[in-house]
């Protein structure tokens, strides 16, 4: 099957789509927020942020200083041409020659500077985002359809990027306010009053025509580029979010290979990825014409501006009462002062970008401040044992999902919680980690000291040696070598007991099975007092099966155990059961648990 882009409307999400988070931006809300995460930066690294920021500024202003005296030389060497003086030409050309040397040098030094402020600024800007996002609970969201877009691209590219534009950006406006300083004189002094005959038949005169031309000029070159350039920042915006649409699909297929091809599913994830890309080309075309208009206006602007002088003063160097140099000098002033006073329309698509970051930073802000708040109330108990109280468990779309009006799951104690597919078994599983917030009752969690881990029904195991992923998430030094031994024979995993210290992509290399029990031998080595495992035996057969909760009963005799299983097999294996269904919960003990079949089991097991 092959679909067309058309089919799938990418025209009309590139036409239509307005990010979410560009509808309530204006300008100066972006400038604010640049300026709120240039302070975090420079409280978080004062000692250096300080005198790198002082020392960057400052290079900027000495940066127009060695620019005017290198073009001041320029001049005197046009001039001593003019007159035949050969060792004013000579000394000027040196003078320039020395300037060339410094400027050299001083774009070295500065690049320097700018390196080592932007990495310092990201660092501080990655750290407080990483600390907020994976830190914290902030980290998961149930409503994944409300959760922020590609929250990895904007800890990575927008925070780059912000560093990358803000330091390109920053010497710019010091070095323009610098030239401004220093050439507005210049062109004062050589502006004289211009008579403009008005249509009506009358003449007004403008003083200090050259500077009030400068000044207009550049006035309407930063409206002209603020115009187009507002587009072209929200386009950034949307090409940032449809860049990592693009490759996270990517990055999912090919994660996902083996299921894909088992399914025959190429044709579709082809479709998806043109479909992504699709995206991705017609949002170039309005990014091309805005980026264009942008360049064309800067061009037309800029190159108008340099003939303006002239066309003004070569009357005046005609009747020889300027000097050719003077008018060089002038035309470097008029353009100085020029693009002093309209550097952000040269620089607006540098802005633009830089507005881009910051606006999908400030999201990401703004997303982790936000608490979902909880329906439940979770309390410590003063002994070890969970017990809820009133629980109504409900969807995030709010519908009831089913009540407790009152459980205890105390220390030792082994429960089975069952229940159709889609009932609220894991949800349930939520509710006690904390991390569930829709629904209302009271969730008291065992005293303190009392450990407690969570198995979740998708094992998760990330690239790294085996020992990580046993260990996981303590540190593979928090155990010995002895204990990982130990653990893999106990979960029948003793062919891997040479590959302890291998970094491997063991998700890929493990079958489901094999990482069920991976995932188990992480209970073991961390001993809680509370287990909760979410069908985390499901993808085994019923002999290794029973020799994982035998393993368990054996390492884990005092450990509170909660399972969540479709299958009557695991039933031996528990005290209590707890069955929810039509909205409501079934308590029972099971008389049947009792250690001897434990063990019968497993002796039967060993037997097979
Ligand atoms: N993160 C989530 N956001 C929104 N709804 C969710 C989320 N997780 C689960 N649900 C919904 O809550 C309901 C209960 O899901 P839950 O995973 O608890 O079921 P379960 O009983 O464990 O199912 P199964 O036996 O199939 O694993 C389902 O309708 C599911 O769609």
Known sequence: MTASVSDIGADAV???????????????????????????????????????????????????????????????????????????????????????????IHHG???????????????????????????????????????????????????YNFGLYLIQLAPALVTSATTFYLYSNQLWLLSSPLPVSMPSGGQIIIPRALYVLAIATAIVATLSAHLIGRIYTRLD???????????????????????????????????????????????WRPYTGSAASLEAVRVLITLLASVIPTVLLFPLVLAGKMQVGDLTIAGVAFGAVFHAFGSISTNYDGFALLRSASQRIQLMDE??????????????????????RDLEVRTAAGHKLFSIDKLTIGAGERWLVRGMSGSGKS????????????????????????????????????????????????????????DYRAVLTDIRLERLIGDIGAARSWAKRLSPGE??????????????????????????????????????????????????????????????????????????????????????????????
Not at 59 to 85: D, K, M, P
Not at 546 to 553: R, T
């Open 427 to 482: 949800t349930f599983f939520r509710v006690m980690s904390g991390i569930w917030p829709f629904g209302s009752g009271t969730v008291e969690h065992p005293s303190q000291g009392s450990r407690v881990m969570f198995l979740p029904q998708k094992p998760y195991l990330p690239n790294g040696t085996l020992a990580e992923l046993l260990s996981y998430p303590s540190p593979s030094d928090a155990f010995a070598p002895a």
């Open 367 to 388: 997303s982790l401040s936000y608490e979902q708040s909880s329906g439940f109330v979770h309390a410590a108990a003063d002994r070890p044992e969970f017990a809820v």
């Open 14 to 104: 590139v036409a239509t789509e307005c990010p979410p988070d560009f509808a309530h931006r204006n300008v100066w809300g972006d400038v604010a927020y640049m300026v709120r995460l240039l302070a975090f930066h420079v409280r978080r690294d004062w000692i250096f942020a300080v005198p790198l920021w002082v020392l960057l500024l400052g290079a900027g202003a000495v940066g127009s200083y060695l620019q005017l005296r290198y073009i001041r030389e320029l001049a005197n060497v046009t001039n001593g041409l003019v007159v035949s003086n050969r060792p004013a030409v000579v000394a000027a050309l040196t003078g320039a020659v020395v300037f060339i040397v410094l400027t050299a």
């Open 109 to 159: 030094l500065q690049s320097a500077l700018a390196y080592t402020l932007r990495i310092r600024i990201r660092t501080a800007l990655t750290g407080e985002l990483l600390r907020r996002w994976l830190g914290g609970r902030g980290f998961y969201r149930p409503l994944q359809d409300h959760a922020l877009d590609h929250p990895e691209q904007r800890v990575q590219e927008d925070v």
């Open 237 to 283: 915006v949307v090409r940032q979010r449809i860049e990592a649409g693009f490759r996270h699909d990517l990055g999912q297929a090919r994660e996902f290979a083996e299921q894909i091809v088992l399914g025959g599913g190429q044709a579709l994830e082809e479709a998806r990825a043109r479909h992504d890309y699709a995206l991705i080309r017609r949002n």
């Open 515 to 608: 990482q069920q029990r991976v995932v188990l031998a992480r209970a073991l080595l961390q001993k809680p007092d509370f287990l909760f495992l979410d069908e985390a035996t499901s993808s085994l057969d019923p002999k290794t099966e029973a020799a994982m909760f035998d393993v368990l009963a054996r390492r884990l005799p005092d450990t509170s155990l909660v399972t969540i299983a479709h299958t009557d097999r695991l039933t031996r294996y528990h005290s209590h059961q707890l069955q929810i269904e039509n909205g409501g919960v079934t308590i029972a003990e099971l008389k049947g648990a009792a250690e001897g079949a434990l063990i019968n089991q497993s002796e039967r097991s060993h037997n097979d």
